[in-house]
């Protein structure tokens, strides 16, 4: 679906009169004004302590279900289209246009005043890149974090892609990195405790001589972007918030090859190793069952 006024194609001189190419101008400005009437009203819904825990009920979680399976379907169909000379801002209007076909929502676009409607996060962006006109080279390494409204519900996940051949050392980092998501997902058991996920994931890092960013965390989802609890992605066992059965949240490693410090850019969203130092992430959201867990975005 095209969200443009369909007589300026985006390389044309912006409506304004900037002189500016359309796509440099007011295209992204367009593209929010497109889009966010469409979004749902939030539900007048009883105040509630957002440090409170939400617990979902079945039919809630069909909702978020369907949501994450939208989202894992974007994340499928971007592994063809991440390709070396594509910019970012290509994979931004890929996954713009998939999510509004099928009915959804971009879940970034406007969020807190993020522009785009994905975070693209190329080689030392720890998370939150914003997509612009970067092109992806051999060699790069990338998080691509979707998150889906569908039917007022949200499904979040992120994979990392590769650019063509990568380095052995960056390779290790993304497949200890998404083992570093499965055995925080292995961790989560109902009556446990959070702080169990973070130790699992915290001792599989360092064990491997990476280390844990500690400036962002899985959270609760599913009813709104970012709920009560924080997951943390380091700590001790024992600690946190207990696990319960209808709890929805994701789990979403950050690991650095280097030092765990981050720095935000003047643009106030796009993470970065302080270190340089290449970083990886991979996302789930998941809900806990009476016997264990079942991953939603799988
Ligand atoms: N999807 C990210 C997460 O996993 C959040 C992105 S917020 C945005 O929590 F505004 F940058 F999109
Ligand atoms: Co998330
Ligand atoms: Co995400």
Redesign the pocket.
Known sequence: MKTEPSSVSRNDPCWCGSGKKYKKCHWGKDRLKAVMPARPQPKPRPRQDPRKVRLKTPEQVEGIRQSCQLTKKILDDLTPFVREGITTNAIDQFVHEMTLDHGAQP???G????P?S??TSLNHVI??G?PDETVLREGDIINI???CILDGYFG???RMYQIGTVAEPAQRLIEVTRECLEIGIRSVKPFGMTGDIGHAIQRHAEAHGYSVVRE?A??G?GIE??EAPQILHYGEPGTGVLIQPGMVF?I?PMINMGRADSKILKDK?TAVTVDGSLSA?W?HTLCVTESGVDVLSA
């Open positions: 879940a970034p676009l969020y807190r005043g993020f785009k994905v975070c998370c939150h914003i974090d979707v998150t979040d996940a992120s962002f899985g959270h989802v972007f970012h994701t979403e969203w992430q996302e």
